[in-house]
């Protein structure tokens, strides 16, 4: 997670992407029941 922050610092730009990239994972994962540490 430190990574993606760094990410973030370094691309603003995609900081919004970053954000419904998770929500799509917590969607999926939790459609599928994996309960992974995002």
């Known amino acids: 997670?430190?990574?993606l922050e760094a990410l973030r610092h370094?691309?603003?730009n995609i900081s919004k992407a970053m954000e419904e990239g998770k929500d799509l994972?917590?969607?999926i994962t939790r459609s599928r029941g994996f309960g992974m540490g995002m």
């Open 1 to 3: 997670s430190e990574q």
């Open 25 to 27: 994972l917590k969607q």
């Open 10 to 12: 370094h691309f603003p």
